[in-house]
């Protein structure tokens, strides 16, 4: 039973493995209205769900990196028109590591019921696989591009497990995950952990968990992949 003056965030998956429950496919073919981060891979998603579901009867918002700073004043206008809506992102969980949080915050402004639904998210299953402490720990999301930054923020996560023992999560674009991962080696303390779960829900999936001086010693090739580091004591 789908609730009326909701919005729905529903998980997609991660990898071609990944596998989507009943609720989110009960939502996905009642739902008329989605937010989305790309409309051609939503539609598609979609379709994967409910094969017989119209599409073209759709209306879809896109909502990403590019634009969320003109903010949500498109939404909310179809939030008008639509008691039910649908927000989603490009893979795994909705507003971690993207911008949808806007979009529920907009939500709870209009009184509208917020409804997580259950699925994967690469952050929580690289912490699980991690064998490093779970009971406090911080997510970075995609931390700087540029090298100086990098180095410095790299330096500040490693005082913050010192300090706070609080283990430390953080991503990279797939294609400078290589070059993060000489970062790494190069100037951390070679005493701590470091986990990496590349390819989470596909073929190419692994997780190996080593202090930095092991990794070190021999560099794995993550270039394209994507990956979640996790580095603790």
């Not at 709870?108 to 490093?132: D, E, F, Q, T």
């Not at 591009?145 to 283990?167: C, F, G, P, S």
Request: with cysteine.
């Amino acid at each position: 039973m789908i609730s009326q003056n909701s919005l729905y965030l529903v998980p997609v998956p991660i990898g071609e493995k990944g596998e989507t429950g009943t609720a989110i496919r009960s939502v996905i073919s009642a739902c008329p209205f989605f937010i989305t981060e790309e409309i051609r891979t939503a539609r598609r998603f979609i379709r994967s769900i409910d094969k017989e579901k119209n599409i073209d009867l759709c209306t879809f918002a896109e909502f990403n990196e590019h634009n969320c700073n003109k903010g949500t004043a498109e939404i909310e206008a179809l939030f008008a028109d639509f008691p039910v809506a649908v927000l989603m992102s490009e893979a795994g969980i909705p507003c971690v590591a993207d911008p949808g949080w806007q979009v529920v915050r907009l939500a709870h402004k209009l009184n509208r019921r917020v409804i997580p639904l259950s699925g994967p998210s690469s952050v929580y299953m690289a912490l699980m696989a991690s064998g490093i402490q779970g009971q406090r720990f911080m997510f970075h999301g995609y931390i700087p591009v540029k090298r100086e930054a990098r180095l410095r923020y790299l330096r500040d996560m490693e005082q913050k497990i010192r300090t706070d023992m609080a283990t430390q999560i953080f991503m990279e674009t797939p294609y400078r995950n290589n070059a993060l991962m000489e970062d790494l080696t190069n100037s951390c303390n070679p005493a701590l952990m470091l986990s990496v779960s590349a390819g989470i829900e596909s073929d190419l999936a692994f997780t190996a968990t080593k202090s930095i001086g092991e990794w070190k010693k021999e560099l794995p090739d993550l270039h394209k992949i994507p990956a979640v580091f996790v580095m603790g004591i």
